[in-house]
C-alpha cells in the first residue's frame, strides 16, 4: 500500500457499502480506532453517470468493497461494476473486496482451498465472480471470501428464525447445506488487520479464505439458535423437538460443502480463527433482551 509520509495520520478507507451488514459493523466498532479515516459514498453516487469523475477527486489510502457482496443480485449490478472496474485499475490505493463461500458449487469433500477455481453457477455466484475477476486483474488487489455471516442486524439468518419462533411458525429447512457461521463482528476483526498490516508494509495480495473454525449442517444451525432461544422463549423447546422428528426419517440427502480452508490467511497475516458459539449465544441472549 501507500508509502506512510506521517506515520500518526490515519488511514484514509473509502468504503464501499456503508449502509450494509458488514459496512456498518465496520463503522461501529471502529468508532474508538482514531488510525482508521473513512469516507464513505452514497449508492446513488457509484451508481452516478459522474461517478469515476467524482471518485477521482477523492484522496484515500486503500478501498474495501462491502457492497458486491449485497449488490450482486440488483438489476443495475453492472453499472456499480463499472464504478468497481475503475477503482480496481488505480494504482495508488489497493483494493480489498469482501466475496463469500457461496462461489462454489459445493460438490466437494473438504473446506475449498484459495487454489480451487470457483464452479457456482447460480446468479448471485456468477456476479460474485464476475466482480472478484475485474477487482483480481490488478495483482495489488485482494479478494477476501467468507462463510455464512450472522449479526443480528436487519433481516439476516438469525433474526429470521428468531422471528419465526416468536410468531409459532414452524422451522423447516432442508439440512443439505454444511459450512461456518461467521459473525460480522469477526470478519470486520479480520479486515482490519488486513487494513493496517498492508498499509504498514505487508505484500500480501490476492484470494484469502476466512471463516469460522467450526463446520456445521444447516439444521444443526437452526437447532443452535433454537436451543438458546429455549432460555428466553417456551416456544423455542417445541421447535427443537420438530426439527429432530422432522429430519429423523428423511433419507439420506446429498450435502453441499459451502465452507473454507483458512490455513492462507493464517500463514500470510497471522489471522487466527475463532469460534462462533459464544457470539450466538450472547446474539441471541441480546436480541431477547432488546426485545423483551
Known amino acids: 500500500m501507500n508509502t506512510v509520509q506521517n506515520i500518526n495520520a490515519p488511514i484514509r478507507i473509502l468504503l464501499l457499502g456503508c449502509h450494509s451488514e458488514v459496512g456498518s459493523s465496520l463503522l461501529e466498532l471502529s468508532k474508538d480506532k482514531k488510525e482508521f479515516e473513512w469516507l464513505c459514498p452514497e449508492e446513488s ?11 477521482a477527486e477523492m484522496q484515500f489510502d486503500v478501498i474495501v468493497d462491502v457492497l458486491s457482496l449485497r449488490y450482486a443480485l440488483q438489476s443495475d449490478h453492472d453499472v456499480f461494476q463499472s464504478s ?28 475449498y482451498t484459495e487454489e480451487e477455481t470457483p464452479d457456482g453457477t447460480s446468479s448471485y455466484a456468477r456476479a460474485l465472480i464476475e466482480a472478484e475477476n475485474i477487482v483480481l486483474a490488478n495483482p495489488e488487489n485482494i479478494v477476501l471470501r ?30 443439505n447445506l454444511i459450512g ?17 498490516q498492508g498499509h504498514y508494509g505487508s505484500k500480501n495480495t490476492g484470494i484469502y479464505h476466512y471463516c469460522c473454525a467450526e463446520e456445521i449442517g444447516w ?23 420438530t426439527i429432530d422428528s422432522s429430519f429423523s426419517d428423511e433419507k439420506e440427502t446429498i450435502m453441499y460443502r459451502q465452507s473454507l480452508s483458512c ?28 426485545n423483551s
Open 84 to 111: 468497481l472496474r475503475y477503482l480496481s485499475e488505480r494504482s495508488d490505493a489497493p483494493l480489498i473486496m469482501i466475496s463469500s463461500s457461496k462461489v462454489f458449487s459445493g460438490e466437494t469433500d473438504s473446506p
Open 146 to 175: 467468507t462463510g455464512w455471516l450472522f449479526s443480528g442486524q436487519g433481516d439476516d439468518f438469525v433474526c429470521r428464525t428468531l422471528g419465526l419462533i416468536k410468531d409459532g411458525v414452524n422451522l423447516a429447512y432442508k439440512d
Open 180 to 196: 461456518s457461521p461467521t459473525p460480522v463482528s469477526d470478519l470486520v476483526r479480520v479486515i482490519f488487520s488486513m487494513i493496517s
Open 45 to 55: 453516487m457509484l451508481l452516478g453517470a459522474d461517478a469515476e469523475t467524482q471518485l
Open 219 to 241: 439444521v444443526g444451525l437452526v437447532e443452535a439458535i433454537v436451543t438458546t432461544s429455549g432460555q428466553f422463549d417456551p416456544k423455542a423447546q417445541v421447535e427443537v423437538e
Open 263 to 290: 490455513r492462507r490467511i493464517f500463514n500470510h497475516f497471522g489471522v487466527k480463527q475463532r469460534p462462533w458459539r459464544s457470539k450466538l449465544r450472547s446474539l441471541v441472549k441480546e436480541l431477547y433482551s432488546v
